[in-house]
């Protein structure tokens, strides 16, 4: 059974510009975690999504926002991007929301610059 | 202060054992987790304990957990140089909608 995958793998952008990142879960799998990962801050929680239904949040200002498709993909989006948004953009898929085991992509490296 | 601290670092001779130490705070935790995380990669799930159980062993890897002190460790045993990696402690609570919260992860390196 095929991975979580993500892409980009990689990707350079500019300050005030907007990105968007996918993820394809496993198959079979239909909730799907977003998390940034930096240095200064760690792992950090976006959302989650389920049966294309955000279900939680974290704490990350309104600038970033996702989706989920019918067939369980997921893209976040982040608008005027800033500096610190430099980071490892991680995405876990599970079975089902709710405390299932996550399995996770290898992640999206956004700088900004 | 942090929900689940680990220590950054632990260095160890190759086929020796390795044990990561992680506290946590919150004494509803429901799942107590390890993950790895290698170089460039995303983070593997090694294995995971309910909150219910003490201890849990899996091939080379045994977790305990002393709820009564909030402390969860693993241990690897016979330590080998595929094991250098980023070792990430996990909790996550019926209250927290299972949202894992990780420590800061402790960089094993294993030497000859």
């Known amino acids: 059974k095929a991975g979580v995958t993500q892409t980009p793998r990689y990707l350079i952008k500019t300050r005030g510009q907007q990105v968007t990142l996918s993820c394809s879960p496993i198959?079979?799998?239909?909730?799907v975690s977003w998390y940034q990962q930096t240095p200064g801050q760690g792992l950090q929680f976006l959302f989650e999504?389920?049966?294309?239904?955000?279900?939680n949040k974290g704490n990350f200002p309104g600038r970033f926002s996702g989706r989920q498709f019918s067939n369980s993909r997921s893209e976040m989006n982040v608008s005027t991007l800033e500096l610190g948004d430099s980071a490892l953009y991680l995405c876990?898929?599970?079975?089902?929301?709710?405390?299932?085991?996550?399995?996770f992509g290898p992640g999206t490296r956004l700088t900004v610059t | 202060g942090e929900d689940v601290e680990q220590s950054l670092f632990l260095s160890v001779r190759e086929g020796d054992s390795s044990v990561i130490n992680c506290t946590y705070t919150d004494s509803s935790s429901t799942y107590l987790y390890w993950y790895k995380q290698e170089p460039g990669a995303g983070l593997q799930l090694l294995t995971y304990?309910?909150?219910?159980?003490d201890m849990k062993q899996d091939q080379r890897l045994t977790v305990l957990l002393n709820k009564k002190d909030k402390h969860l460790s693993l241990r690897i045993a016979d330590t080998q140089t595929g094991d250098s990696a980023i070792y990430f402690c996990?909790?996550?609570?019926?209250?927290?909608?299972?949202?894992?919260?990780f420590g800061r992860g402790t960089s094993l390196i294993v030497h000859p």
């Open positions: 999504y389920f049966s294309e239904t955000q279900r």
């Open positions: 876990a898929s599970s079975l089902t929301t709710g405390g299932s085991e996550q399995y």
């Open positions: 996990a909790e996550s609570t019926r209250g927290g909608s299972y949202i894992p919260t």
């Open positions: 198959s079979g799998h239909r909730s």
């Open positions: 304990i309910f909150s219910n159980m």
